[in-house]
């Protein structure tokens, strides 16, 4: 299978991926938010959780940190993050399973996860692409099984606006600025699904969502 094409790199450009975690700590909250973004996914012991869209590593290294008895898996298009996610993983000395896959088209069995967690991954695709790989993770998760977004939302306030109308020119974000995720979410098969808190940042407004997989009675 084809896992390379048709990504945006984390900037972009390919070129631009080294500068991907110095720019992410200094323009956003970002120990802030991947650590409400994993409080909010309520990992428990034994647990299977699988960071899509890892990038570099650093959601799938801290959830691996504070769950150590957890199993986590980190899935990615893009080899070059990769690699920087597993010399990450070595230097930190985390236990955790880097995958190379389309967001789409996910690897794994239905059912095989009990937590899903995105980090600034979705607005990279397009809407099909983005509505696939929502139906991809309500695919995999069990039921009663838990999803949790960190994304691009809908701007508020006059500096997150100007940087939106920017992002839709570099991005794929029209989906998420225009507020259309939770139906999206919903779309795939989702219940309970709610945005749960907004946060302001240098890249514009921040968006913490969660959904779930109706539980079998």
Not at 61 to 86: K, W
Request: charged residues 20%; proline residues 4%; contains cysteine.
């Amino acid at each position: 299978m084809e896992t390379t094409e048709r990504y945006i790199p984390a900037l972009g450009q390919h070129w631009l991926t080294p500068l991907y975690d110095p720019l992410v700590h200094h323009l956003m909250r970002e120990n802030m938010l991947r650590t409400r973004l994993v409080l909010e996914a309520d990992i428990l012991p034994g647990m299977r959780v699988l960071d899509l869209g890892c990038g570099t590593g650093t959601l799938t290294i801290l959830i691996q940190q504070s769950h150590l008895m957890a199993q986590v898996y980190g899935l990615d298009a893009d080899p070059q993050v990769l690699e920087i996610a597993r010399s990450k993983a070595r230097q930190e000395g985390a236990r955790i399973t880097l995958e190379q896959g389309m967001a789409y088209q996910l690897p794994y069995s239905d059912g095989w996860f009990d937590r899903v967690v995105t980090s600034l991954m979705l607005h990279h695709l397009t809407s099909s692409q983005k509505q696939q790989a929502l139906n991809e993770v309500f695919r995999i998760l069990r039921p009663g099984g838990k999803f949790t977004i960190l994304d691009i939302g809908v701007p508020r306030g006059a500096y997150a606006w100007l940087v939106a109308q920017v992002m839709q020119r570099m991005e794929r974000a029209d989906d998420n600025i225009h507020g259309l995720l939770p139906s999206m979410v919903k779309d795939a098969g989702f219940v309970n699904v709610s945005e749960i808190e907004r946060f302001g940042t240098m890249l514009g407004t921040i968006s913490l969502l969660r959904a779930e997989k109706e539980a079998e009675e």
